[in-house]
């Protein structure tokens, strides 16, 4: 199944649940909420309030992209904020699989983040236990960044172990992904498309969002 997870980090801040909205009004079936802690990445985002302050707004499920240092001391107030799914970066992560499995304690679906210079290798270990392997397409930090085409070659691998293994984790591809790159994200494999400057604009967001989801799926049903 073919989702648009759309990032709210592109969105009007002063009108969120308009902007949520209007994305979903367009096809859009996950929220994007993307964290940053201003350590782990150059940038500031929002945290656990804001979760909060939406949770009510939709009914979409919540994916809460954790950019952050010590992802586990924040868990129970994502969970308590009512995300649906929480990942975390490999490269933050001491100890990973307890990371992961603190995660679904919490009754929420547990994703592995991959920066872009970390070998998918990184993650082959926690596979069976992952809901979603999370492929970042840029460096995390900020929106409209340039796609990083070696990405394609990396989600293709995933999705060739995935079958090999037998195993069913999706495959989510974050950065970059807009109407003219998110065919190759399809063929390669990914199925949870993060997009937020590409569907957020004044006056466009609903349409841009169907526009970008007719794109994908118009891949999915057609060979590379
Ligand atoms: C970047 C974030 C992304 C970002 C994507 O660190 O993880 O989710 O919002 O933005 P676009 O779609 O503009 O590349
Ligand atoms: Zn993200």
Do not use: W, Y
């Not at 201003?38 to 945290?47: K, R, S, Y």
């Not at 970042?136 to 995935?162: A, T």
């Not at 069913?168 to 109407?179: L, Q, S």
């Amino acid at each position: 199944m073919i989702e648009l997870a759309f990032s709210i980090l592109a969105a009007d801040f002063a009108h969120l649940a308009d902007e949520i909205a209007r994305a979903e009004r367009g096809g859009g079936t996950i929220v994007h909420v993307d964290v940053m802690d201003g350590h782990f990445v150059p940038n500031i985002t929002f945290g656990p309030p804001v979760v909060k302050a939406i949770r009510p707004v939709t009914k979409l499920p919540l994916d809460c992209h954790l950019m952050i240092e010590n992802p586990d001391e924040f868990i129970p107030a994502f969970a308590e904020a009512g995300a649906d799914m929480v990942s975390v970066q490999v490269e933050a992560c001491r100890n990973l699989n307890r990371t992961l499995q603190f995660i679904a304690d919490h009754k929420m679906l547990a994703g592995v983040v991959l920066n872009p210079a970390t070998p998918v290798e990184m993650v082959f270990e926690v596979l069976p236990m992952v809901h979603h392997v999370l492929v970042m397409s840029v460096n995390p930090g900020f929106g409209g960044q340039k796609f990083l085409p070696r990405s394609i070659e990396r989600i293709d691998h995933l999705r060739r172990v995935r079958q090999e293994q037998g195993l069913n984790f999706r495959i989510e591809v974050d950065g970059g992904i807009a109407h003219d790159t998110v065919a190759s994200v399809v063929h390669a494999g990914a199925d949870m498309l993060v997009a937020g400057s590409a569907i957020f604009a004044p006056g466009k967001t609903e349409h841009n969002a169907r526009e970008f989801l007719q794109i994908a799926r118009g891949a999915a049903s057609r060979p590379a």
